[in-house]
């Protein structure tokens, strides 16, 4: 039998191996700025999305869940239908089941779906990604993400979990792997990761709802050059960079605020796609345009 490390580099190394094979070249950072619909490339993974996600998890879901599943429908349609093509949940949102309804309509390959897990102990990480699949109504998961990282010591006490994720990868129910983390203790161990692909990592110009010496939830205007250093640091390590918080979890009340957040994530950290909560059409149509303003 192989112990767990040398098993999670056999499929780490297997795993690279396909992914470099089928590929080809990686856009390199800095290139050309486009809109808000175009596709990006995440890194060395290779899986392309959309600058802008259709984030559900706004106060867990419970915005997105209050509008109905009928409201949401169009609301997610209406996004599908103006460019954008990449999803966003978690399995602690209560948003999951709704957006794998909403969802049905479009072809599968359409479109990338991004969701979280919850690393719980005592758990069966493959039996929790099938349970996750039948919720979303979906055959895999574009971007599995290893849910609320928010200790110094999460890249240990996760291993269990990252191992999980490999083999669901190595059997096609995951495509890509990453993780979302709160505070800088978590954040630190993100540059030099060599299992991670994707970063998720909160954003803005003025450190609102971002992350400082805790992993709580408040703000650390102190501390946005640190998280800005860690951005480009896993963008140079090949990692993809996914940021959250753009419109401060909704504090943002003013335009401005809103577009700047979108100018200094894009143009200053250099993030590659921003997930954003909307509950109506005129939310979606506004971060398309701010987005496009930072990128013009």
């Known amino acids: 039998m192989m112990n767990p490390f040398s098993r999670r580099d056999f499929l780490k190394t297997s795993l690279a191996a396909g992914t470099m094979a089928s590929v080809g070249s990686v856009p390199l950072y800095g290139a050309t700025p486009g809109s808000a619909t175009d596709k990006v490339t995440l890194g060395k993974s290779g899986l392309q999305v959309t600058r802008l996600a259709f984030g559900t998890g706004t106060n867990n879901g419970h915005v997105q869940a209050e ?32 957006l794998g309804e909403a969802l049905k309509p479009f072809p599968r390959d359409s479109y990338q779906l991004m969701t979280k897990v919850t690393t719980d102990e005592g758990v069966d990480p493959l039996k929790r990604f099938d349970e996750m699949r039948k919720t979303s109504q979906t055959d895999y998961f574009d971007i599995m993400l290893l849910h609320w990282q928010h200790t110094s010591d999460w890249v240990s006490t996760t291993s269990r979990w990252q191992d999980g ?10 495509h890509t792997r990453g993780a979302s983390v709160h505070g800088l203790p978590a954040l ?33 205007p102190d501390n946005v050059s640190e998280v800005v250093a860690h951005v480009r640091q896993v963008k140079k390590d090949g990692m993809g960079v996914i940021s959250m918080k753009l419109v401060g979890a909704g504090d943002f009340t003013k335009h401005e605020d809103r577009l ?25 149509d506004e971060a398309i345009s701010n987005i496009n303003q930072a990128l013009a």
Do not use: C, S
């Not at 996004?79 to 602690?92: K, L, S, V």
């Not at 540059?191 to 909160?202: D, E, H, S, T």
């Not at 590659?272 to 909560?277: E, L, P, R």
């Open 188 to 220: 630190r161990q993100m540059p030099g990761n060599q299992w991670l692909q994707v970063a998720m990592i909160r954003m803005n110009h003025n450190g609102t709802r971002m992350d400082g010496p805790t992993y709580a939830d408040n703000n650390n």
């Open 260 to 284: 700047a957040a979108m100018r200094y994530a894009f143009n200053h950290a250099g993030i590659d796609a921003a997930t954003v909560g909307f509950k109506n059409t005129q939310e979606i």
């Open 165 to 174: 994720v490999l083999e669901a990868q190595q059997k096609q129910m995951i």
């Open 67 to 98: 509008l109905g599943q009928k409201e949401f429908n169009r609301l997610v349609h209406y996004a599908y239908d103006h460019g954008i093509r990449f999803y966003e949940t978690a399995e602690a949102y209560v948003t999951p089941a709704m």
